[in-house]
């Protein structure tokens, strides 16, 4: 390692950063009906959707916040903007569960983001075999895309909404 003279090491601590998890493997632990494994969906108004959200989603440029429902069956839902003021309760009440699984519409920014959250607060509580923290690796819209049909994995969905989001998809060159 070089070091300058005089200059004091630093050392920083890098906290651990959350495990990806594919849709495959989730969907094997629901269908086996593991107990085990919490889901905690961190989308706002985009968890269910409801008449205020069945208008064209994809504008050509962007995404409208609050137009892509359905979420995994038996998730909770958490919104990601009232997380820090439920992180105490979460740890509490999963914290002795084999896994705990994040996701949004993407899997991009919300989740992984509570996932940290919620991973500081169980070393800061200092749990004794804390679970196993995950991040849905492309969130609900790649759950949705291949699972959609399966109402023991998917609730909520609107099959018209989202042929409409997958066609804009395509043809827009949508993310």
Known sequence: MNRRPGKPVVAIEVPEAPLR????????????????????????????????????????????????????????????????????????????????VFTCMNSQVRSPSCASFFMNRLTEEDVTDPPEVYVLIGGFQQWAHGRHDDEDLVSDFDSKLWKAIWEATEAEGAP
């Open 21 to 100: 998890m594919h849709v495959e493997t989730l969907a094997e632990a629901l269908k086996a009906k593991d107990n085990q494994t919490v889901i905690i969906d961190v989308r706002g108004e985009d968890f269910q959707v409801t008449p205020t959200h069945l208008r064209q989603a994809w504008d050509g440029t962007r995404w409208h916040h609050g137009t892509k429902g359905g979420h995994i069956t038996g998730s909770h839902n958490v919104p990601y903007d009232d997380f820090q003021a439920h992180l105490d309760e979460l740890v509490a009440q999963y914290k002795a569960r084999e896994r705990v």
